[in-house]
């Protein structure tokens, strides 16, 4: 859990100097993804994303726009690209627009950190959706159980693996940076569960550029490496397919599972194929409405729940079908728009 950042009078020089320096740099940043018109308090908000080339950014925002529209607020998007310098700039744009409220998913919790002070001097308010921060005040952070989640998905790996006898075979782990907060508690769940049932990690590798390249060469080097291999985790979903290539290619597609965290639309039928073992599927579409729907409690003087924790589905093929709606509907997105054009 984040400590509130407690103001110093050292501080705000280092803010106000740090403002100084990116304040041309903002001027020029790249522009929103897109604006929403405000229809009802002509108030502004705007979302800084970590990369919205990465689905699950992607299908959040579409909640964070939904539940802003239904409130009227305009809202402008601002993907990083995975860079924590274009953020810090994007931050600074959104400073100067005088935005009413800022929310954050931002590139890593130490980074949030700078962001959350800056806003702070600005006097902003913000909500964390997804990712966390090492320290800093915020409204409310809107998160996934992923230590819980985490732990059932590995539940799911473990019951696998004793259907096939392979108790004795170990599990390698691709990971988003563990210097996110989520990040660290997603891999202590998974290992607690592999704990419980004596079953082995292998190494752990961390994503950089979460390309397609990187996950192949990461899960050929576990392979390689570790002969007696019968597993990888992957804690994100939409470089499967650099994993399942590397098991393929190294003629160990029968021998090595593949599981992960999040999900493709694909996953509805990789899934009951036993292409994949499971997911452990967070909520984005949910998790964006949710931030703004604390952000605009928040500005309208109610009292907000500080830290919101929403479920992870852990989705195997005993489950998807009874899962599905949920699936489609808060996982995916898909759907989104005719479900609000019922709610209006």
Same mark, same amino acid.
């Given at each position: 859990?984040? &400590?509130?950042?407690?103001?110093?009078?050292? $501080?705000?020089?280092?803010?106000?100097?740090?403002?100084?320096? *990116?304040?041309?740099?903002?001027?020029?940043?790249?522009?929103?993804?897109?604006?929403?018109?405000?229809?009802?308090?002509?108030?502004?908000?705007?979302?800084?994303?970590? =990369?919205?080339?990465?689905?699950?950014?992607?299908?959040?925002?579409?909640?964070?726009?939904?539940?802003?529209?239904?409130?009227?607020?305009?809202?402008?998007?601002?993907?990083?690209?995975?860079?924590?310098?274009?953020?810090?700039?994007?931050?600074?744009?959104?400073?100067?627009?005088?935005?009413?409220?800022?929310?954050?998913?931002?590139?890593? $919790?130490?980074?949030?950190?700078?962001?959350?002070? *800056?806003?702070?001097?600005?006097? #902003?308010?913000?909500?964390?959706?997804?990712? /966390?921060?090492?320290?800093? %005040?915020?409204?409310?952070? #809107?998160?996934?159980?992923?230590?819980?989640?985490?732990? %059932?998905?590995?539940?799911?790996?473990?019951?696998? +693996?004793?259907?096939?006898?392979?108790?004795?075979? @170990?599990?390698?782990?691709?990971?988003?940076?563990?210097?996110?907060?989520?990040?660290?508690? @997603?891999?202590?769940?998974? +290992?607690?569960?592999?704990?419980?049932?004596?079953?082995? /990690?292998?190494?752990?590798?961390?994503?950089? &550029?979460?390309?397609?390249?990187? &996950?192949?060469?990461?899960?050929?080097?576990?392979? =390689?490496?570790?002969?007696?291999?019968?597993?990888?985790?992957?804690?994100?979903?939409?470089?499967?397919?650099?994993?399942?290539?590397?098991?393929?290619?190294?003629?160990?597609?029968?021998?090595?599972?593949?599981?992960?965290?999040?999900?493709?639309?694909?996953?509805?039928?990789?899934?009951? @194929?036993?292409?994949?073992?499971?997911?452990?599927?967070?909520?984005?579409?949910? +998790?964006?409405?949710?931030?703004?729907?604390? +952000? =605009?409690?928040?500005?309208?003087?109610?009292?907000?729940?500080?830290?919101?924790?929403?479920?992870?589905?852990?989705?195997?093929? =005993?489950?998807?079908?009874?899962?599905?709606?949920?699936?489609?509907?808060?996982?995916? /997105?898909?759907?989104?728009?005719?479900?609000?054009?019922?709610?209006?």
């Amino acid at each position: 859990m984040a &400590t509130p950042f407690s103001r110093t009078s050292s $501080s705000q020089p280092l803010v106000f100097l740090l403002l100084f320096c *990116l304040g041309l740099a903002a001027a020029h940043a790249a522009p929103p993804v897109a604006g929403e018109p405000a229809e009802k308090s002509g108030k502004r908000l705007a979302y800084l994303v970590s =990369d919205m080339e990465i689905p699950f950014w992607e299908i959040m925002d579409r909640g964070v726009r939904a539940a802003a529209r239904e409130r009227g607020y305009r809202i402008d998007t601002y993907s990083a690209g995975n860079d924590a310098k274009t953020e810090l700039k994007h931050t600074v744009k959104a400073i100067r627009d005088k935005v009413d409220g800022l929310i954050i998913s931002p590139t890593n $919790s130490s980074a949030a950190v700078t962001i959350l002070k *800056l806003a702070k001097q600005a006097d #902003i308010p913000v909500v964390i959706s997804d990712i /966390g921060a090492d320290g800093g %005040e915020y409204v409310s952070y #809107i998160s996934s159980d992923n230590r819980q989640g985490a732990y %059932e998905i590995g539940k799911v790996l473990v019951e696998r +693996m004793k259907a096939l006898g392979w108790q004795d075979g @170990r599990v390698g782990i691709i990971a988003i940076p563990q210097k996110r907060a989520n990040g660290q508690a @997603r891999t202590a769940g998974f +290992m607690s569960a592999l704990d419980e049932a004596g079953i082995k /990690g292998a190494d752990l590798h961390q994503q950089v &550029t979460f390309s397609y390249q990187e &996950t192949y060469d990461y899960a050929r080097e576990l392979i =390689d490496k570790h002969p007696n291999l019968r597993a990888i985790w992957l804690q994100g979903s939409d470089k499967y397919r650099g994993a399942l290539d590397a098991i393929a290619d190294a003629g160990k597609a029968d021998q090595v599972l593949l599981i992960c965290f999040d999900a493709e639309p694909v996953f509805l039928d990789l899934i009951p @194929r036993g292409v994949l073992v499971g997911a452990a599927m967070q909520q984005p579409y949910l +998790m964006g409405r949710e931030a703004v729907r604390a +952000m =605009d409690a928040h500005l309208n003087g109610e009292a907000v729940e500080k830290n919101g924790r929403l479920p992870v589905l852990a989705i195997s093929a =005993d489950n998807i079908e009874e899962k599905l709606a949920t699936i489609k509907r808060n996982v995916l /997105g898909i759907e989104t728009e005719r479900n609000e054009e019922e709610r209006r």
